[in-house]
DNA sequence: TTGTAGGCGTTATCAT
DNA sequence: ATGATAACGCCTACAA
C-alpha cells in the first residue's frame, strides 16, 4: 500500500510538503498542493492510521461498550452515540460484553490497548472496571448504568422513579398482588426498578412479597421461565412490572402458553417501548426511555473531556427521565 | 501510560527480553519471565496497540459494515460475525451505513486507514465499494448481498427463492390480488425478494401488476406509506409480500389504522422471524432467515482468507437457505 | 515556503 | 538466552 513517501517521490516533494499538504496546515504553494493531491489521488494513497495514532498519540476512535446489541434500547442508544461521534470525525467501535465482567473487562482491555480516545461504558456492575479505567486516565463516561465507585460522568435515565410510576399505574388500574420479574442482583438498572417497584408498593399500600419478585438475566429465556414460576404459583400475581424489552417478550410468551391474557388475567407493563409493543395483542404498556439521548449527551460529555477542557473536572452525572405509555395491557376491560 | 521501556527499566533487563517474555516467545529465562510480568502488572503495563499494528503490519481488528443497527437482522448476524472472530482473538467494529452509499464509502475509509484485518460488508449496492477493496487487496467478504461486479467471497440468503416459496403459500391460502412492499431499487436482496414475488406469481397463475409493487427505504416509515397507498387504491391487494422486518412494522402499523386485520382481509408474509413475531396478532407469517450464520460463516470465510492460505484463491460464494414459518397472519380463518 | 531529521512504541534481525 | 539496533509510516520542530 502506498506510504507517504511514494507520493512525496511521485510530486517531486518532501514528505513533509506532503504530510502538510494534505493535513491542510499552514501556507503550502498551491501549485504543490495540486502536485501532491494529484499523485495521492493517482497512487490511492490513504494515510497509515496506526502510524499516525503513534505519531499524534491519540486516536479518533471511541468505544461503545453495551450488554446486548440484540436489546433495542442499546441499539437506539448507540445511534446516539454514532450521530453525535460522526459529526465530530470520530468512529464508534460497538462491543457486546453480553452482561458478563469476563467479556467486558476483555474489551476494555482491547480499548485501552488501541488507545481509543474515550469509552462510552454501560458496565455491568460488578467487576473493577472502574479501577482499570481510572488507571490509564481514559476518559469514560458511563451510560444507562453509573460506574461504581469512582466519579465518572454518567448518563443515567431515572428508572426508579419511572418503574415507581409504571407500579402506581398498575395500583391505580385495579390490579393488586404485583409481581415484578428484573434483572441480576448488583445490575444497577435491574436493583433500581426493583427499588421504585416497592416504593410503589409502599405509596399504594399494597403488601410486598418476596415471593412475587424474579431476578433473572435480561433475557427472554430467564424471564420465560421466572414468569412461568411465578404465574404457576400457588398464588400468581395479577399484575407484573417487567424490566425491560427482552424480557418483555418472555412474558408475553409464557402468557401465551398459559393461556392467559394481558390486561385481562395479568396487568403487564415494561421497560422501553420497542417498535413492535403497539402490535402485540393487547398492545403493551411500556416505560419509554429516552436511549438515543442518553447515547446523544453521553458521547457529547465524553468529546467534551477528550478535548481536554476539563482533564478532571468535576464528574456531572445527567439523569434523563422516561415517561409511562399505557396501552391496553394495563387495563382490565 | 507505561511503555515496555519502563517495564524493562524496571525488570532489569532489555526492551527486547520484555517483548519475548510478554509474547511468550520462544526461550526466555524462567525467572526474568517472572520478574518482567511482575513488572509489567506493577505498571498496569498495556502494550500500545497502534505500534504494535504499525510494526507488525497488521491489527486484530475486523470491521463489519452493516445498513441498519436496529435490525434485528444484522444484530443477529452480527453476534454471528463476532462469536467467531472473537474465539480467533479478533475484535469486531460495527459500522452503520444506512443504506447510504456515501456513508458506506466513509466508514471503508474508515477502515482501510485504520488497516483492519478485514471486511464484512453488507453492501448498498450502488457505490463503487468494490473497487476501493480492491486496490487496496484488503480481505473482503460480501454478506447478505453480494458485491457487485467482482468477484469476492459472498455469504448469501437464496431470498429469491424464500419470496417465491413465501407467495406460493400465499396463494395457497386462497390470497388472489398480491403485493409487494419491497426496498430500493438496486439493492440487490430488494430486487431478489421482488424477483422471487413474480416467480411465485407466475407459477401460481396469478396476474402481477406492477400498480401492487411498492418499493421505498427498508424502514418502518417508508413502509407505512406503501402499505396505505396500496391499501387504499381502487383495487387493493388481499395479500402482501413484505421483505423486511422493519418494514413488517410499518404495514402491520398501516393495517390496524386502517381497521384492517391480518389474515382475514389482508394475507401478510414479511422477511426475518423477529422474536415479536409471534407475538402480534394474529401472529405473523415470515420467511426466517439464518442470520446468525451467515455472520457466522462470513467471518471464517474472512478469517481463512486473512490466514493467507489463499490469497486470491477463487472466490466462493455461499448460499444458505431460508424457510416459511406459517403462522395466523397467511390465514383467512 | 520547503526540506532534514528525530522519535512515537513495538518487534525482528543480528550479534554476542 | 539476551541485548543492541533498525525499521514500520507519520508528524513536527528546527533549519534553511
Known amino acids: 500500500m502506498a506510504t507517504i513517501s511514494d507520493v ?33 489521488d493517482d497512487l490511492g494513497y490513504r494515510p497509515n492510521g496506526p502510524a499516525r495514532s503513534l505519531r499524534k498519540q491519540e486516536t479518533a476512535v471511541l468505544a461503545l461498550i453495551i450488554s446486548d446489541v440484540e436489546n433495542p434500547f442499546f441499539t437506539a442508544m448507540a445511534r446516539g452515540v454514532e450521530d453525535v461521534a460522526h459529526a465530530a470525525g470520530y468512529s464508534v467501535v460497538l462491543c457486546n460484553s453480553d452482561d458478563e465482567p469476563d467479556k467486558e473487562r476483555e474489551y476494555l482491555d482491547v480499548a485501552l490497548q488501541e488507545r481509543v480516545a474515550g469509552v462510552l461504558l454501560s458496565p455491568t456492575g460488578r467487576g473493577d472496571s472502574a479501577e482499570l479505567l481510572r488507571v490509564h486516565d481514559t476518559p ?47 445490575v444497577p438498572t435491574a436493583d433500581e426498578r426493583l427499588a421504585g417497584f416497592r416504593d410503589g408498593l409502599r405509596v399504594a399500600k399494597l403488601r410486598s412479597s418476596s415471593a412475587l419478585v424474579r431476578r433473572t438475566e435480561f ?33 408475553l410468551e409464557t402468557l401465551a402458553d398459559l393461556g392467559l391474557r394481558a390486561g385481562r388475567d395479568v396487568g403487564v407493563v415494561a421497560f422501553d417501548d420497542a417498535p413492535w409493543a403497539s402490535l402485540v395483542d393487547p398492545p403493551l404498556s411500556v416505560v419509554a426511555q429516552p436511549a438515543y439521548d442518553v447515547g446523544a449527551v453521553g458521547a457529547q460529555l465524553l ?31
Chains 1, 2 share one sequence.
Open 140 to 186: 469514560v463516561v458511563a451510560v444507562d448504568r453509573p460506574l461504581p465507585g469512582w466519579g465518572s460522568d454518567a448518563v443515567l435515565v431515572d428508572s426508579r422513579l419511572a418503574a415507581k410510576q409504571a407500579t402506581l399505574h398498575l395500583a391505580h388500574q385495579g390490579y393488586r398482588r404485583l409481581g415484578c420479574v428484573t434483572g441480576p442482583s448488583g
Open 303 to 333: 468529546l467534551r473531556r477528550i478535548g481536554d477542557e476539563n482533564p478532571d473536572g468535576n464528574s456531572s452525572t445527567t439523569t434523563l427521565s422516561a415517561h409511562l405509555v399505557a396501552r391496553a395491557s394495563t387495563s382490565h376491560t
Open 8 to 40: 512525496a517521490a511521485m510530486a517531486g516533494v518532501s514528505t513533509a510538503t506532503v504530510s502538510r499538504a494534505l493535513n491542510g496546515k499552514s501556507t503550502v504553494d498551491p501549485e504543490l498542493v495540486a502536485r501532491v493531491v494529484a499523485a495521492a
Open 219 to 251: 433475557k427472554a429465556a430467564g424471564a420465560r421461565r421466572a414468569a412461568h414460576a411465578l404465574l404457576t404459583a400457588d398464588e400468581p400475581p395479577d399484575g407484573l412490572l417487567v424490566a425491560n424489552n427482552s424480557m418483555a417478550i418472555g412474558v
